[in-house]
T-cell receptor, first 113, second 110 residues
Framework: DAGVIQSPRHEVTEMGQEVTLRCKPI?????LFWYRQTMMRGLELLIY????????DSGMPEDRFSAKMPNASFSTLKIQPSEPRDSAVYFC???????????FGPGTRLLVL | QQQVKQSPQSLIVQKGGISIINCAYE??????FPWYQQFPGKGPALLIA?????SEKKEGRFTISFNKSAKQFSLHIMDSQPGDSATYFC?????????FGAGTTVTVRA
């Protein structure tokens, strides 16, 4: 079975540019989570969806960040405009039922110059 | 402010030794406590988990000890192997949201 798929795996961009990160959850999972990992702040939950509907976006740092889930197989996290402090590894995770095991993707390493 | 405090930040253990990682929390609404293992360049993967009505759970060489009254839990890795070298995160679940500890980098020397 394919796990959670994220693309791109690495992204280097310049400050002010728009960045779009993509995630394909495990088929059949009804919860999708976006996390950010940095040395300073560790793993932080940004937003999560249930059945494609955003449930809690309280972890989204600023209005520059937005996330969508147009269908059960695809989600995006967009940063517009990007800033150097957005540099981090962004993980997508999915689960069935939301309460227990979350399966993480390999992450997207973002560097904003 | 991290809701789950994890220590130590790193540890080195000899092959065959025991690794112990400790976590503490304050929020009594947490009701599920998983441990995740992360290798460089990979996403975290669930290793073992426990619910607060259980004091200990063992899976192979990995054991979670849970002290509800002290609001503390720990991971013990018995007979540590070089392949166990990774970063370990404790976490706690409230509603559908996981709060992670800062992580412990474990290095097992052959």
């Amino acid at each position: 079975d394919a796990g959670v798929i994220q693309s791109p795996r690495h992204e280097v961009t310049e400050m002010g540019q728009e960045v779009t990160l993509r995630c394909k959850p495990i088929s059949g999972h009804d919860y999708l989570f976006w996390y950010r990992q940095t040395m300073m702040r560790g793993l932080e939950l940004l937003i999560y969806f249930n059945n494609n509907v955003p449930i809690d976006d309280s972890g989204m740092p600023e209005d520059r960040f937005s996330a969508k889930m147009p269908n059960a197989s695809f989600s995006t996290l967009k940063i517009q405009p990007s800033e150097p402090r957005d540099s981090a590894v962004y993980f997508c995770a999915s689960s069935w039922g939301g309460r227990e095991t979350q399966y993480f993707g390999p992450g997207t390493r973002l560097l904003v110059l | 402010q991290q809701q789950v405090k994890q220590s130590p930040q790193s540890l080195i253990v000899q092959k065959g030794g025991i690794s112990i990682i400790n976590c503490a929390y304050e929020n009594t609404a947490f009701d599920y406590f998983p441990w995740y293992q992360q290798f460089p360049g990979k996403g975290p993967a669930l290793l073992i988990a426990i619910r607060p009505d259980v004091s200990e759970k063992k899976e192979g060489r990995f054991t979670i000890s849970f002290n509800k009254s002290a609001k503390q839990f720990s991971l013990h890795i018995m007979d540590s192997q070089p392949g166990d070298s990774a970063t370990y995160f404790c976490a706690a679940l409230n509603d559908y949201k996981l709060s992670f500890g800062a992580g412990t980098t474990v290095t097992v020397r052959a």
